[in-house]
């Protein structure tokens, strides 16, 4: 159930930049992309794990932001809609990429655990690893995705409720659900039980 809390000030007053730049004020656009560019970076390159794709995704979701208009603004989360955009569209192209990459999962089976530590392969597992925790993630329903990475970005529980438009009482509930959903997808996609 969603929370029902008034809006906070600087919702509103995201909202009201969000009007005027719909009214045509570059400016006012310029500024929500400044007060929330880095933490919709900081959610994209969570995801995506490199700094390029993190770039291009932040780039689409304000790109997407300026060119729909959200129906509901006078009581719109904007920063929540970010965050959520952020998210999801990290999450497709993590996705996308899995598709292309598996053929590099074979290729480092058949060289071995024998790498050393400097050996640049060693370096390519790591990225392996790393990238068959996204799919894993990348696999759990929408919410659970959300408050895992808004929580490994660095958001309260506050921020994350507020993001996700929920009570704060059900946040640390849904991160544990996450968590192990997350633990059992990543087993049952390697092959552990």
């Given at each position: 159930m969603?929370?029902?809390t008034a809006p906070t000030s600087v919702e509103r007053c995201d909202a009201a930049l969000l009007r005027a730049a719909y009214s045509g004020d570059e400016s006012a656009f310029e500024e929500l992309f400044v007060?929330?560019?880095s933490r919709v970076y900081g959610v994209a390159r969570r995801v995506v794990g490199n700094h390029e794709e993190a770039e291009e995704v932040t780039l689409d979701v304000f790109l997407r932001l300026h060119q729909q208009r959200l129906s509901r603004l006078d009581d719109a989360n904007v920063a929540g809609w970010l965050y959520r955009s952020a998210t999801n569209t990290a999450f497709n192209v993590v996705r996308s990429r899995q598709r292309r990459r598996s053929w590099l999962s074979r290729l480092?089976?058949?060289?071995?655990?024998?790498q050393s530590a400097t050996d640049p392969a060693h370096e390519v597992v790591r990225d392996e690893q790393a990238a068959m925790v996204r799919h894993a993630l990348a696999r759990l329903p929408e919410r659970q995705r959300n408050v895992l990475t808004l929580r490994a970005e660095g958001f309260s529980y506050r921020e994350i409720a507020e993001t996700l438009d929920v009570k704060v009482t059900s946040v640390g509930t849904t991160l544990a659900r996450a968590e192990q959903s997350l633990r059992t997808a990543f087993e049952a996609q390697n092959g552990r039980s």
């Open positions: 969603a929370a029902t007060r929330h560019r480092i089976a058949e060289r071995g655990p024998e």
